[in-house]
């Protein structure tokens, strides 16, 4: 069974940073495309970032570019979202998705969030 | 950038009635879209794939239809679990993958 338990997100300061965990079970993160999905308090899915099967393959949203970064570590079957010079318009329940396959970015599970909050 | 519009916004319908939401894209996705379900305080759901695929797990009563740039689901007979936001979402033009603002469903 997949499942997806994403962790790290909490209270931090504008100008700080933060890392996101998502332990992966059930696949490895070698097999298929993972992604980051955020939702602000109220508002609609926005898409964060992507690293694919293989990691030679990575995007992100123009609105994060240069401020966050996507990774993996294979070992513990797990993805990362490195977040820094975080805004108060970050304030988001990060999600992280699985791909159907090889970057077809068909979210095919999600997991249940982790909520980032960017405050003073 | 594609861009999805969903109408309505909200939709106001008795269980049992026949809803029908909307998705337009800015520009054709060919049938590369998908709908997400997401009930309040839950993560979203994938139901419908490639316009028209029922995800696994997804009843009958879901689907899909529509190509290029109109896309439509329908639940035929709302249960009282449909009452929830539906998200569309493009995967062909990509980056950026893009999301459409979602349309709620409600309880008339």
């Known amino acids: 069974e997949v499942q997806l338990l994403e962790s790290g997100g909490t209270l931090v300061q504008p100008g700080g940073s933060l890392r996101l965990s998502c332990a992966a079970s059930?696949?490895?993160?070698?097999?298929?495309?993972m992604s980051w999905v955020r939702q602000a308090p109220g508002k609609g899915l926005e898409w964060v970032s992507t690293?694919?099967?293989?990691?030679?393959?990575?995007h992100y949203a123009d609105s994060v570019k240069g401020r966050f970064t996507i990774s993996r570590d294979t070992y513990k079957n797990t993805l990362y979202l490195q977040m820094n010079s975080l805004r108060s318009e970050d304030t988001a329940l990060y999600y992280c998705?699985?791909?159907?396959?090889?970057?077809?970015?068909?979210?095919?599970?999600w997991g249940q969030g982790t909520l980032a909050t960017v405050s003073s | 950038e594609i861009v999805l519009t969903q109408f309505p916004a909200t939709l106001s319908l008795s269980p049992g009635e026949r809803a029908t939401l909307s998705c337009r894209a800015s520009q054709s996705v060919s049938n590369y879209l998908a709908w997400y379900q997401q009930k309040p305080g839950q993560a979203p759901r994938l139901l419908i794939y490639d316009a028209s695929n029922r995800a696994t797990g997804i009843p009958a009563r879901f689907s899909g239809s529509g190509s290029g740039t109109d896309f439509t689901l329908t639940i035929s007979s709302l249960e009282p679990e449909d009452f929830a936001v539906y998200y569309c979402?493009?995967?062909?033009?990509?980056?950026?993958?893009?999301f459409g603002g979602g349309t709620k469903v409600e309880i008339k």
């Open positions: 059930g696949f490895t993160l070698t097999s298929d495309a």
């Open positions: 690293i694919s099967a293989t990691g030679t393959i990575i």
């Open positions: 979402q493009q995967r062909v033009h990509w980056p950026p993958l893009t």
């Open positions: 998705t699985k791909a159907r396959g090889e970057l077809d970015m068909i979210l095919e599970y």
